[in-house]
């Protein structure tokens, strides 16, 4: 199976092409800020779940190969890391794309824009998800839906993975209220494992440049009307030897005021 070899390049964010590659199928892209210790075992599980997604895509109805050629590559969108995070990556063989502006959404922002499948599985390169679920999502999506969101709630939350505020509170008030607003199947809004397509996403004009970016995606998709649907997925107490960069409250409220904000937009 082809691959893409690892390479740096520096990105605008508002820049990106409307078009894929036609030899790539997949591309991973994770957000990244001083992941050291984890980024390695992330890559090298990505590796492991494309190579298993394309050796399902290669066979036909008739077990013969449709397109041997057809690749994959794995986008590290590095928002800053002075902790050696882009050596590590380059050496296991993904490409680490700079993007200055800084937070979440615009790290995967960054990475979207770089990316040249026509699927894209995104996911934290904090050990906190297994990339050997990339099939799965690539199963979904070569079915038609557009984005495919996990949920750790149905999949499983290992213990001391998921604040209990989180658990209990957080995620399923916002989610709730989301569903609600936005009339959409999925009641993990926040998992940060997904798979779309990429052209569709390309379309929401997605502008969040923070942790919102999580839910802002979603509320597009669903005012857009895209075709979305959910597998279970298990999160993991991620590998960190830091406090992570979620703010449950500051966060919380922005994801609250994308929401009704969106809502009311929408509806003016």
Sequence with gaps: MNTILPHVVAVDASSRSEKFDNDILISVVMPCLNESRTIGGCINQAHVGCRFALAKHAIGPDELAVNASVGYEIIIADNGSTDGSQDIASSNGACVVHVDLKGYGAALMGGIATARGK??????????????????????????????????????????????????????????????????????????????????????????????????????AGQMKLRMDEIPVKLHRDGRDRRPHLRSFRDGCRHLRLLFRSSITNKA
């Design 119 to 220: 699927y894209i599985v995104m996911g934290d390169s904090d050990c906190s998800y297994d990339f050997g679920e990339v099939p799965r999502f690539i199963d979904k999506l070569e079915c038609g839906y557009e984005l495919v969101l996990g949920n750790r709630f149905l999949g499983g939350i290992e213990h001391g993975a998921m604040p209990w505020h989180h658990r209990y509170i957080g995620n399923p008030v916002l989610s709730g209220i989301g569903r609600l607003l936005y009339r959409t199947p999925c009641r993990d809004w926040h998992c940060g494992l997904r798979g779309f397509n990429r052209e569709a996403i390309l379309q929401l004009g997605l502008r969040s440049s923070g942790m919102e970016f999580a839910s802002e995606m979603v509320l597009r």
